[in-house]
């Protein structure tokens, strides 16, 4: 008699709810502390200053490898909201965001995707920011797509390009070349000007990539990272 497939214990355990809010919780911390321990120094335009002060709603935009700080750059007064899609990690990554205090949008897949678009919408009609990574969630690394601009498009905010670059950080082998910056790290923070999409979606994509990569490239070299080392 064939004996019922059952998942390994690590992968059981992963399962569970308990573990997964204790160990996200962990993870939250963690980012925390190593926050703590950067040395950070900003660029940002003045036209983009009033988007990150919290004065006006805007939807921000960040390559996915670029985002294990970016929560901690949230501007004060005003809720932010990300897309997580509804695969396992994005699960975990729901909850680690939820810890320091930024909500999900789950969407995937046509039908989950409209929805998640949707409650983006509404979120930011509320007067609330969202963000998005153009290239998330499973590339090609740093090629924009077209769901931020649609979404600039429906609702008349801009697009606020954000991303940072660290002397000395662990680079994963993933498809997005994940960045973690190492404790006590250089670290730099580098926002480029609002992006109105217009009528031209093409345009305003290429847009929002071309701003993307140049800020990303100029972090990277301010950083002593070559900037064949960040797209390689």
């Not at 932010?80 to 909850?95: F, K, N, P």
């Not at 007067?127 to 429906?154: E, Y």
Request: glycine fraction near 8%.
């Amino acid at each position: 008699m064939t004996k019922p497939f059952r998942l390994p214990w690590h992968k059981r355990l992963l399962k569970q709810p308990w573990f997964q809010s204790g160990i996200t919780w962990v993870v939250a911390q963690l980012l925390r502390g190593l926050m703590l321990t950067y040395r950070i120094k900003r660029h940002t335009p003045e036209e983009t200053k009033p988007y990150l002060r919290g004065e006006s709603a805007g939807i921000f935009c960040f390559w996915h490898g670029r985002m294990i700080l970016l929560p901690f750059f949230k501007p004060k007064g005003r809720d932010m909201h990300v897309m997580i899609s509804h695969h396992r990690d994005g699960e975990l990554i729901a909850r680690v965001i939820d810890w320091l205090g930024i909500a999900a949008v789950r969407g995937s897949g046509s039908k989950g995707v409209r929805s998640a678009v949707a409650q983006m919408e509404a979120q930011l009609e509320a007067g609330h920011n969202v963000s998005i990574t153009p290239d998330g969630p499973r590339g090609p690394m740093h090629i924009a797509s077209r769901g931020a601009v649609h979404l600039s498009q429906r609702t008349g905010l801009p697009l606020i390009p954000v991303t940072f670059g660290a002397a000395n950080a662990k680079r994963l082998r993933s498809w997005d070349r994940f960045i973690i910056p190492y404790p006590f790290s250089h670290v730099e923070v580098h926002a480029a000007a609002p992006i109105l999409a217009g009528e031209d979606t093409e345009a305003a994509r290429q847009e929002l990539e071309t701003a993307l990569n140049h800020i990303t490239q100029e972090v990277d070299r301010r950083c002593g990272i070559p900037t064949e080392n960040t797209y390689a």
